[in-house]
């Protein structure tokens, strides 16, 4: 098929240099991702416009509905995305990928 | 807090106004639009009330108005719109203004009608000039066909001109001559020959140019006829069937000289009446231009006026006073405001004694006023198409305000398609001031009042468009993806790994056409995208079946939120309104029996999210048999969700099956209690009277006090009125009613919140298929030809995108968010049979002439 000569040892493509793979290590961990970052960055972000915003809006007639607005924005947004992220902690299952995929995730994003 | 939350407090005040004062009285209120006047005279006919005369009055100058305006635009000289509106006109200027108007109307009626006398005339002498040259022709012509006159001695050229040597053969000849419509000359020259039996002899010319019908106005093409008969009779015929097709017939001149002389005459009477027509014209063109400089802001006063005195209809005539008495509900914060435009009004009308108000404590049920301002308005306007809120009633449109853009973009999240939504909705926000925006009409008007709504669903959409990573159905790698497709091969791995698990190595991988990675390899799955979706799950053949458990739960999650917000809500009504037994007996047994049921079916799904993982993944439980098991004690029972469970469902199904009977019975046993315990308690329910002050002396010792006391009065006024019938089998009733319908509606509102799975998966399989099928095709292409074949499939996808994507699931979307919010969530506290205030303004009255207003 399309990709049977690309095997890593005959590459001869320029975008997929092989790359030695030291034995014991799983595979590149550039793309490690932790959990309390984000969590700590999102509850942070959110926070300061929900709990902290308030006390920053000037007064006028309008305050009360502004205040409302971002409470309302930072409790719904903050929501949405901590659903997001915990859906996707601990995967029962994984994607499914078709064998040309396999191929080129392995050899663009790795 | 913003008046946004609740409604704002109304009192019912009387208005006393002084005889003189009461027009400008009324004129500074409607300027200002505060205050809403009740119909004192409910039961008087419009004929009947006191100033239908002056209605009326009204209404005629209304009509020399209109006809003015229809002239001058039929004239073509344009309306001035004045920007500011001029107050309504002081009695004094009233009759003056009629008698100009009436004077300029008779005038203006009676120049057009000469101006079209005039123009009638003009045509007929045109007519016959070239009728006459015409004709003059025919005789020419005839000249040659010598054949047709044989009987006759031949003439000389001269006397053929001269007829009256026909005489001389003892018959008369008589011509007819004229001009008919281009239709009908076959009709006419046919009925001719039946009828004269061809003793007439008919010529006819086509006239060149094209002549107005001074009847219909058009311009239409005419013919020349002459025909020459032998006798009377033949004559008269020939004479009725002109009539008879509406001919214009003009004497035909028997000599030469006769010819030259009418021809001469009538080329200096045309030239005449050419200059008095310009001049006439001219005249009238004056005239209007005149008129339109004040048509408009004439209309606008006449249109102030004759709304001051349909109010004026409404109030009721003290006659020992001599003043007008006026009902009208007033919001608390405007009183002030209120009493300075009556000061006003009385000192602009120098009356001696000025009106003042009184205000009157009541226990009916005032109109219910939120203020809102151009951005609050949609939203606001959403909650009142559903209802308008109960006097004082939590406003659930304060929340509407981010929760229903919020709840629109989950079912619509599209990065793209949200950024151009967003786009065009800060586009008409923008141009908010353009004049074609705010007079548009029908669908580019729902667009425009919506236009915030759609700036907050825009914004929102992108944001959920980026969680859901999906921008045009292609999704985005920002952060790098969590899976690593490296670490399922072989070499990666330990002998003992390989042993235990299925890995892959080349050949594998090249002989199946499909693959899954597995999360329970070390080093496949490296931890959770930090902004939303992974996008590898983009290239994955079984999306579908992640993405359908995360939305599913997604939605549910939301939807228990979203409802037990609502109840939450509910406290706060009861709260206000002083009837905290509600609290104990109603909300917090429907807080428990939601929280018990659906909070547990929560947390089950996050504790599943969080306590298993692939490792553990053979026994994971379903939570939706779970779920079910709870209520349904089965004998085996698998292995739980986590240790303890049985126990813990059990407590919680004690609580919600004891909070239900407290639902149902708790406040009607409750105020049963009150009712025999406590004695009258004035329970309100049915519709009460109205207490009045009518002592006179006190009205007239009051002035212009306020009552101070009025408030704590009424409470007490309030508790003297005699106990309405304490129906218990009504309020169990209802009270029944309500709670079927809350624990039943529990289970189908949580249910009906899967919407906002359903109709996200359906946007994103649109935009899934639009992309494969347009979009892909014009991708692949060849270079050479590609480029040119890429415009048109652009071009598809563009337009294919805005009506079916943008458009189509827009609306959807936006109605289910709707639905959603008028059911799910507005049922759970929301009452909803208020009734709105509307103020006497001026600025409510419609800025066209509408011929709708009756005579009153």
Same mark, same amino acid.
């Given at each position: 098929?399309?990709?049977?000569?690309?095997?890593?040892?005959?590459?001869?493509?320029?975008?997929?240099?092989?790359?030695?793979?030291?034995?014991?290590?799983?595979?590149?961990?550039?793309?490690?991702?932790?959990?309390?970052?984000?969590?700590?960055?999102?509850?942070?972000?959110?926070?300061?416009?929900?709990?902290?915003?308030?006390?920053?809006?000037?007064?006028?007639?309008?305050?009360?509905?502004?205040?409302?607005?971002?409470?309302?924005?930072?409790?719904?947004?903050?929501?949405?995305?901590?659903?997001?992220?915990?859906?996707?902690?601990?995967?029962?299952?994984?994607?499914?990928?078709?064998?040309?995929?396999?191929?080129?995730?392995?050899?663009?994003?790795? | 807090?913003?008046?946004?939350?609740?409604?704002?407090?109304?009192?019912?005040?009387?208005?006393?106004?002084?005889?003189?004062?009461?027009?400008?009285?009324?004129?500074?209120?409607?300027?200002?639009?505060?205050?809403?006047?009740?119909?004192?005279?409910?039961?008087?006919?419009?004929?009947?009330?006191?100033?239908?005369?002056?209605?009326?009055?009204?209404?005629?100058?209304?009509?020399?108005?209109?006809?003015?305006?229809?002239?001058?635009?039929?004239?073509?000289?344009?309306?001035?719109?004045?920007?500011?509106?001029?107050?309504?006109?002081?009695?004094?200027?009233?009759?003056?203004?009629?008698?100009?108007?009436?004077?300029?109307?008779?005038?203006?009626?009676?120049?057009?009608?000469?101006?079209?006398?005039?123009?009638?005339?003009?045509?007929?002498?045109?007519?016959?000039?070239?009728?006459?040259?015409?004709?003059?022709?025919?005789?020419?012509?005839?000249?040659?066909?010598?054949?047709?006159?044989?009987?006759?001695?031949?003439?000389?050229?001269?006397?053929?001109?001269?007829?009256?040597?026909?005489?001389?053969?003892?018959?008369?000849?008589?011509?007819?001559?004229?001009?008919?419509?281009?239709?009908?000359?076959?009709?006419?020259?046919?009925?001719?020959?039946?009828?004269?039996?061809?003793?007439?002899?008919?010529?006819?010319?086509?006239?060149?140019?094209?002549?107005?019908?001074?009847?219909?106005?058009?311009?239409?093409?005419?013919?020349?006829?002459?025909?020459?008969?032998?006798?009377?009779?033949?004559?008269?015929?020939?004479?009725?069937?002109?009539?008879?097709?509406?001919?214009?017939?003009?004497?035909?001149?028997?000599?030469?000289?006769?010819?030259?002389?009418?021809?001469?005459?009538?080329?200096?009477?045309?030239?005449?009446?050419?200059?008095?027509?310009?001049?006439?014209?001219?005249?009238?063109?004056?005239?209007?231009?005149?008129?339109?400089?004040?048509?408009?802001?004439?209309?606008?006063?006449?249109?102030?006026?004759?709304?001051?005195?349909?109010?004026?209809?409404?109030?009721?005539?003290?006659?020992?006073?001599?003043?007008?008495?006026?009902?009208?509900?007033?919001?608390?914060?405007?009183?002030?405001?209120?009493?300075?435009?009556?000061?006003?009004?009385?000192?602009?009308?120098?009356?001696?004694?000025?009106?003042?108000?009184?205000?009157?404590?009541?226990?009916?049920?005032?109109?219910?006023?939120?203020?809102?301002?151009?951005?609050?308005?949609?939203?606001?306007?959403?909650?009142?198409?559903?209802?308008?809120?109960?006097?004082?009633?939590?406003?659930?449109?304060?929340?509407?305000?981010?929760?229903?853009?919020?709840?629109?973009?989950?079912?619509?999240?599209?990065?793209?398609?949200?950024?151009?939504?967003?786009?065009?909705?800060?586009?008409?926000?923008?141009?908010?001031?353009?004049?074609?925006?705010?007079?548009?009409?029908?669908?580019?008007?729902?667009?425009?009042?919506?236009?915030?709504?759609?700036?907050?669903?825009?914004?929102?959409?992108?944001?959920?468009?980026?969680?859901?990573?999906?921008?045009?159905?292609?999704?985005?790698?920002?952060?790098?993806? %969590?899976?690593?497709?490296?670490?399922?091969?072989?070499?990666?791995?330990?002998?003992?790994?390989?042993?235990?698990?299925?890995?892959?190595?080349?050949?594998?991988?090249?002989?199946?056409?499909?693959?899954?990675?597995?999360?329970?390899?070390?080093?496949?799955?490296?931890?959770?995208?930090?902004?939303?979706?992974?996008?590898?799950?983009?290239?994955?053949?079984?999306?579908?079946?992640?993405?359908?458990?995360?939305?599913?739960?997604?939605?549910?999650?939301?939807?228990?939120?979203?409802?037990?917000? %609502?109840?939450?809500?509910?406290?706060?009504?009861?709260?206000?309104?002083?009837?905290?037994?509600?609290?104990?007996?109603?909300?917090?047994?429907?807080?428990?029996?939601?929280?018990?049921?659906?909070?547990?079916?929560?947390?089950?799904?996050?504790?599943?999210?969080?306590?298993?993982?692939?490792?553990?993944?053979?026994?994971?439980?379903?939570?939706?048999?779970?779920?079910?098991?709870?209520?349904?004690?089965?004998?085996?029972?698998?292995?739980?969700?986590?240790?303890?469970?049985?126990?813990?469902?059990?407590?919680?199904?004690?609580?919600?099956?004891?909070?239900?009977?407290?639902?149902?019975?708790?406040?009607?046993?409750?105020?049963?209690?009150?009712?025999?315990?406590?004695?009258?308690?004035?329970?309100?329910?049915?519709?009460?009277?109205?207490?009045?002050?009518?002592?006179?002396?006190?009205?007239?010792?009051?002035?212009?006090?306020?009552?101070?006391?009025?408030?704590?009065?009424?409470?007490?006024?309030?508790?003297?009125?005699?106990?309405?019938?304490?129906?218990?089998?009504?309020?169990?009733?209802?009270?029944?009613?309500?709670?079927?319908?809350?624990?039943?509606?529990?289970?189908?509102?949580?249910?009906?919140?899967?919407?906002?799975?359903?109709?996200?998966?359906?946007?994103?399989?649109?935009?899934?298929?639009?992309?494969?099928?347009?979009?892909?095709?014009?991708?692949?292409?060849?270079?050479?030809?590609?480029?040119?074949?890429?415009?048109?499939?652009?071009?598809?996808?563009?337009?294919?995108?805005?009506?079916?994507?943008?458009?189509?699931?827009?609306?959807?979307?936006?109605?289910?968010?709707?639905?959603?919010?008028?059911?799910?969530?507005?049922?759970?506290?929301?009452?909803?049979?208020?009734?709105?205030?509307?103020?006497?303004?001026?600025?409510?009255?419609?800025?066209?002439?509408?011929?709708?207003?009756?005579?009153?």
């Amino acid at each position: 098929m399309l990709f049977a000569s690309c095997a890593p040892e005959t590459c001869a493509r320029r975008t997929c240099p092989p790359r030695p793979r030291p034995a014991g290590h799983p595979g590149s961990d550039m793309t490690a991702h932790s959990f309390a970052l984000p969590v700590i960055i999102f509850t942070t972000f959110w926070g300061l416009i929900g709990i902290a915003g308030p006390w920053f809006v000037p007064k006028g007639p309008n305050r009360g509905v502004i205040i409302t607005m971002l409470v309302a924005t930072a409790v719904c947004c903050y929501l949405f995305w901590l659903i997001a992220i915990l859906a996707q902690l601990n995967p029962l299952f994984g994607p499914q990928l078709k064998n040309e995929t396999i191929w080129y995730v392995r050899f663009l994003w790795e | 807090m913003g008046s946004l939350f609740r409604s704002e407090p109304m009192c019912l005040a009387q208005l006393f106004l002084q005889a003189g004062t009461a027009y400008e009285c009324l004129s500074a209120l409607g300027e200002r639009g505060l205050v809403q006047f009740r119909d004192l005279n409910q039961n008087v006919s419009s004929f009947q009330r006191k100033f239908v005369g002056e209605v009326k009055r009204c209404e005629e100058l209304e009509r020399i108005l209109v006809y003015l305006v229809q002239e001058i635009t039929k004239a073509d000289i344009p309306l001035p719109q004045g920007e500011v509106s001029p107050p309504a006109p002081p009695l004094k200027q009233v009759l003056e203004m009629q008698e100009q108007l009436q004077k300029l109307e008779v005038e203006l009626r009676e120049v057009t009608k000469n101006k079209e006398k005039l123009r009638k005339n003009l045509l007929e002498l045109i007519e016959y000039t070239h009728m006459l040259r015409v004709t003059r022709s025919f005789v020419k012509r005839n000249v040659e066909f010598e054949p047709t006159y044989e009987e006759f001695p031949s003439l000389e050229n001269e006397c053929l001109l001269d007829y009256s040597c026909m005489q001389r053969l003892g018959a008369k000849l008589g011509f007819v001559s004229g001009l008919i419509q281009q239709g009908k000359a076959d009709a006419f020259e046919k009925m001719l020959w039946r009828v004269c039996k061809g003793y007439t002899i008919v010529t006819y010319a086509e006239l060149d140019e094209s002549l107005e019908d001074p009847e219909t106005g058009e311009i239409i093409k005419w013919y020349v006829f002459l025909i020459s008969f032998w006798g009377e009779q033949i004559g008269q015929k020939v004479k009725k069937i002109c009539d008879c097709y509406h001919c214009h017939v003009y004497p035909y001149p028997s000599t030469a000289e006769e010819r030259k002389e009418i021809q001469e005459g009538l080329s200096t009477r045309i030239q005449d009446l050419y200059t008095v027509l310009h001049k006439t014209e001219d005249y009238l063109r004056q005239v209007l231009c005149k008129a339109a400089e004040s048509v408009s802001s004439r209309a606008v006063q006449v249109r102030k006026m004759k709304a001051i005195y349909h109010t004026l209809n409404m109030c009721s005539f003290d006659v020992t006073n001599k003043c007008l008495i006026a009902e009208v509900w007033c919001p608390e914060a405007d009183l002030h405001e209120l009493r300075w435009a009556l000061e006003e009004g009385s000192r602009e009308s120098g009356a001696p004694m000025p009106s003042f108000l009184n205000i009157v404590p009541t226990k009916e049920t005032p109109p219910t006023l939120i203020r809102t301002n151009r951005f609050t308005e949609g939203f606001q306007s959403i909650v009142d198409a559903y209802g308008v809120g109960s006097y004082r009633e939590v406003n659930p449109a304060l929340f509407t305000i981010i929760t229903f853009p919020f709840l629109f973009a989950v079912m619509f999240g599209d990065f793209g398609h949200g950024f151009v939504m967003f786009l065009f909705a800060l586009l008409l926000v923008l141009n908010e001031d353009h004049p074609r925006l705010t007079q548009s009409q029908e669908i580019m008007r729902m667009f425009f009042n919506g236009r915030y709504i759609l700036l907050l669903m825009g914004l929102f959409s992108v944001y959920t468009g980026l969680i859901y990573n999906d921008c045009f159905s292609k999704s985005v790698n920002l952060f790098g993806s %969590g899976w690593n497709v490296s670490a399922m091969y072989s070499p990666g791995h330990t002998v003992e790994e390989r042993g235990r698990m299925a890995l892959w190595n080349d050949s594998i991988v090249r002989h199946s056409r499909v693959l899954q990675l597995d999360p329970s390899v070390p080093g496949v799955f490296q931890g959770p995208y930090p902004f939303g979706i992974d996008p590898i799950w983009n290239l994955a053949t079984n999306r579908l079946t992640f993405l359908n458990s995360f939305k599913m739960k997604m939605s549910v999650i939301l939807g228990i939120i979203h409802m037990t917000f %609502g109840v939450i809500l509910g406290i706060f009504n009861h709260l206000h309104f002083r009837k905290k037994f509600n609290i104990y007996l109603v909300s917090v047994p429907e807080l428990l029996f939601l929280l018990c049921i659906f909070g547990y079916l929560l947390f089950m799904i996050v504790y599943k999210w969080l306590a298993y993982s692939a490792t553990t993944s053979r026994e994971a439980p379903s939570i939706l048999i779970d779920f079910i098991n709870m209520f349904l004690f089965p004998t085996s029972q698998a292995s739980g969700l986590y240790p303890g469970q049985e126990y813990v469902q059990r407590v919680l199904l004690a609580i919600t099956t004891l909070s239900v009977p407290v639902l149902f019975l708790g406040k009607p046993l409750f105020l049963l209690w009150l009712h025999h315990g406590r004695g009258c308690f004035g329970v309100s329910r049915s519709g009460y009277t109205l207490v009045r002050r009518d002592s006179e002396e006190e009205v007239s010792l009051l002035g212009n006090q306020d009552i101070e006391e009025g408030n704590s009065q009424a409470e007490a006024g309030c508790r003297e009125v005699t106990c309405e019938e304490f129906n218990f089998g009504e309020i169990l009733m209802t009270q029944a009613i309500h709670s079927i319908e809350y624990c039943l509606g529990c289970i189908s509102n949580t249910a009906s919140y899967l919407r906002l799975w359903a109709l996200s998966l359906a946007h994103a399989q649109l935009s899934d298929v639009l992309w494969a099928m347009v979009m892909h095709v014009g991708l692949r292409v060849d270079t050479t030809f590609g480029v040119l074949l890429l415009f048109l499939v652009v071009a598809v996808f563009a337009v294919l995108t805005i009506f079916i994507l943008l458009v189509m699931e827009g609306l959807s979307a936006f109605l289910h968010a709707i639905r959603l919010h008028w059911v799910e969530f507005q049922n759970k506290f929301y009452v909803g049979a208020g009734t709105k205030f509307v103020p006497f303004s001026f600025s409510l009255l419609s800025s066209k002439f509408s011929c709708d207003d009756g005579v009153v």
